[in-house]
């Protein structure tokens, strides 16, 4: 049975430098989660359809051939044979994700996807919903977090425009599997931490767990 981390939190909180850190460490698939909305809502914006129209982005999928592989050691996505990565931090994407993410047929086929990659491979995989509905079963949870203002300057830094407060507010209060803590994930606090600390946190709680014998990672 493939082994999955699942690291989940909120916008900005550096989950997925962390995951992808904690990734190479292992030698294990980095899969984000979040680029999947991401390609989906490139896709709704780029075709002019608005990303709350769940009618219009279903027939859009409908008519897309959507790919998700991996290469050098990350997941990757090809829309109809093109790659939308260097498109999904534009603002218009950040401002339309959270709208695509919580159409429910949406999230049922990113979610299938999402469970494809842990067939035959180890993985860390980074999300919202990961440890909670994704990988319910898996017993390597973590919820990266760090403080409102931490994460706005985090962004900020990167010089990217995203209405964090206003993503994270409709990613949790939507119906279907909104941004939770699941019961048994380990809370990483972020906001003192450098990147190297908190996968370092994360190394010790997985050694704790049985998961590596020290020395290994
Ligand atoms: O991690 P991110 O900021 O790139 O995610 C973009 C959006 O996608 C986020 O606002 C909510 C949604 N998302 C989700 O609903 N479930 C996931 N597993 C990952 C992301």
Redo the contacts with the bound molecule.
Sequence with gaps: MPTVIAI?GP??SG??SVARMLAKRLGWLYV???????AVTWLAVSRGVPPGDAGRVLGLLDSTRMEFGAENGESTIRMDGVDPVPH?TDPQVNAG??A???IPEV?RI?VAA?REYATGRDIVM?????GSV?FPDTPYKFYVDASPEVRAARRARQGLTDAIGE??K??SS?RT?P?VIAEDAHVVESSNLTLDGVVGEIIGRLKLAGLTPPGQI
Excluded: C, P
């Design positions: 989940d916008a900005a989950k997925s984000n989660s979040g680029a999947m909305y991401r999904l994700v959270s695509v993410a919580s999230r990113l999402q980074e999300g919202r919903d990961i994704v993503r994270d409709v990613d939507r599997s941004l």
